[in-house]
């Protein structure tokens, strides 16, 4: 089992910034790749951005590419999501996911969740 928990959401205007982390607990932190998803009032959950179980692979969703950076540090057994130039339509709850080793954009490939972090971008 691996436990996570999201933290650093918030409300921020649009063109903001803010910097999401999950911690990790259980299992050994770096056998794992590691996505964050997210979502919207009245939409499916979808992929955001995720990274490979060494952190050398990157992964982002078309909508986020240029303004969302994913990163880890194993030996603090956290992910990252740093959120720059933020949009409405960025305005979503947040969800950091674990899955063994390979990277997948896929939700379903994810046993493992976070309860998640609103973010909120005003207008």
């Known amino acids: 089992q691996v436990q996570l928990v999201e933290s650093g959401g918030g409300l921020v205007q649009a063109g903001g910034s803010l910097r999401l982390s999950c911690a990790a607990s259980g299992r050994t932190f770096s056998n794992y790749a590691m996505g964050w998803f997210r979502r919207a009032p009245g939409k499916e959950r979808e992929f955001v951005a995720a990274?490979?179980?060494?952190?050398?692979?990157?992964y982002y969703a078309d909508s986020v590419k240029g303004r969302f950076t994913i990163s880890r540090d194993n030996a603090k057994n956290s992910v990252y999501l740093q959120m720059n130039t933020l949009k409405p339509e960025d305005t979503a709850i947040y969800y950091c996911?674990?899955?063994?080793?390979?990277?997948?954009?896929?939700?379903?490939?994810?046993?493992?969740w976070g309860q998640g972090t609103q973010v909120t971008v005003s207008s």
């Open positions: 990274i490979t179980w060494s952190g050398g692979g990157t």
């Open positions: 996911a674990a899955r063994p080793f390979v990277l997948q954009s896929s939700p379903d490939e994810y046993p493992y």
